[in-house]
Every structure is written in structure tokens, then in C-alpha cells.
């Protein structure tokens, strides 16, 4: 599995690991809203019920999220080269990994030390 978080650092160019923790309470948060049957993007309420400062607060969020996740600079919010479907976060959680840094080199990248 080492050999395969490897390959996806190659392929996939993160700039940064990023919090296992965080993306695990994430990941938690996500699951449990699904659980009840409420969107992990409605928040529990329903448009009516927010008023017009609440949902532009939330579109922003929602925005600064999609924005944070469509850059896929953080190793465990991508998804995982050899399988797509799952993030390389759950990859590690559930392996018991624990990448604590990693260096990529490119060919013929200048190398300023």
C-alpha cells in the first residue's frame, strides 16, 4: 500500500499532506448528516427558513470549500489515483498509514538548495 500512496504522490502532485484529523472529523460530519437524511451542503435547514444574511453566508462557505477542494493540493483530500471513488485520506485511515511528509522531484526541475 506504501508502494501505491507513492504512485498517487507522483501522479497527483500535492503540494502539502494536510490534517488526517481534520478530514476524519470531516469525513464523520459528512456521514452523519447523510445518516439523517439531511445534505452535508443544507445544513439542516431549508431555504425558507434562512434568512438572506445566513444563506449568503453559506454560499461563501460553500464556495471557499469547493474552491479549497477543486485546488486538491492537501495528499488526503484527493482522491486516490488507483481508485477514485475513495479519498486517500479513508485510504490511510483505514490502512492505519501515516504519511508524515513526503519530497517529489520532477526531471530536469531546477534544484535551488
Not at 474552491?67 to 485510504?91: S, Y
Request: proline fraction near 3%.
Amino acid at each position: 500500500m506504501a508502494r501505491q500512496i507513492c504512485q498517487h504522490i507522483i501522479g497527483m502532485n500535492p503540494s502539502r499532506v494536510g490534517n488526517i484529523d481534520t478530514f476524519a472529523s470531516f469525513e464523520q460530519a459528512c456521514l452523519s448528516l447523510e445518516e439523517r437524511g439531511v445534505s452535508p451542503r443544507e445544513g439542516g435547514q431549508n431555504e425558507e427558513e434562512q434568512s438572506l444574511e445566513e444563506k449568503e453566508d453559506a454560499e461563501t462557505s460553500r464556495a471557499d470549500e469547493q474552491a479549497m477542494l477543486a485546488t486538491h493540493e492537501e495528499l488526503v483530500r484527493q482522491d486516490f489515483l488507483l481508485n477514485p471513488e475513495v479519498k486517500v485520506g479513508r485510504v490511510l485511515l483505514d490502512t492505519g498509514l501515516r504519511v508524515v511528509d513526503f519530497v517529489r522531484y520532477e526531471v530536469g526541475q531546477d534544484l535551488d538548495c
